[in-house]
């Protein structure tokens, strides 16, 4: 079964450093995608960034950046330069070769301090 | 252009009543899934639509259902409103809705059963 695991629950970091967020994927599938998703306490989901199981360059979306892994079968989302705005939650997503489910982690509340 | 809307932002209903929840995708859009957002369980996948066929469905009983209209518009309606139902449901619209397609929320449908 497909299955996402963000091991951390809450993260802090100071405004203007990096900070990793961990996600780890489980599927059988040849194809798929990953995807990493902003929810502010507002409620929208806000998406952020996108790979493919076949992409061989790691994807960069302005200061987002997805870490890649294949053989460790993890997608980490990097940071750079946080930003007060930033503090959320934050989910690690997958969707399989048919398409249509996304199936998510638990999230990481990320809280930027000044 | 638009992006997703969906229609209440809020609702508050009473046990035993039914409702109706409505989500327009990105114009050109194709697929639309739903999801139930609640702090024990996390996001779940209620079901998708694809150019008005239901492709997948998730693990909630039939009092949950969805229908998806020509214009991609789709809505789902829950049935005999449980005070487990309270919930933030979330729409996603893909182009394609597989796997190497972008999935973008709109802002959810804040539920609360009484």
């Known amino acids: 079964a497909q299955k996402i695991t963000q091991t951390q629950p809450g993260m802090f970091v100071q405004e203007k450093e990096a900070v990793t967020l961990d996600c780890t994927y489980d599927?059988?599938?040849?194809?798929?995608?990953l995807f990493w998703y902003k929810q502010p306490s507002s409620g929208e989901m806000i998406f952020l960034i996108y790979?493919?199981?076949?992409?061989?360059q790691n994807a960069t979306e302005g200061r987002y950046s997805l870490n890649f892994q294949k053989a460790r079968k993890s997608a980490n989302l990097v940071i750079s330069a946080s930003q007060l705005g930033d503090s959320a939650m934050y989910f690690c997503?997958?969707?399989?070769?048919?398409?249509?489910?996304?199936?998510f982690g638990q999230g990481t509340e990320l809280s930027v301090k000044p | 252009k638009a992006g997703v809307t969906q229609t209440p932002r809020y609702l508050i209903k009473t046990r035993g009543q039914q409702v109706t929840l409505s989500c327009s995708p990105i114009?050109?859009?194709?697929?639309v899934s739903w999801y139930q957002q609640t702090p024990g369980q996390g996001l779940q996948f209620l079901f998708e639509?694809?150019?008005?066929?239901?492709?997948n469905k998730g693990n909630f009983p039939g009092r949950f259902s969805g229908r998806q209209f020509s214009n991609s518009r789709s809505e789902m309606n829950v049935s005999t409103l449980e005070l487990g139902d309270s919930a933030l449901y979330l729409c996603?619209?893909?182009?394609?809705?597989?796997?190497?397609?972008?999935?973008?929320f709109g802002q959810g449908t804040r539920l609360t059963v009484v």
């Open positions: 996603a619209s893909s182009s394609g809705g597989t796997a190497n397609t972008e999935a973008f």
């Open positions: 599927t059988s599938d040849p194809s798929y995608g």
């Open positions: 790979q493919g199981s076949y992409d061989q």
């Open positions: 997503a997958m969707r399989d070769f048919q398409g249509g489910k996304l199936i």
């Open positions: 114009s050109g859009h194709r697929s």
């Open positions: 639509y694809f150019s008005e066929t239901q492709r």
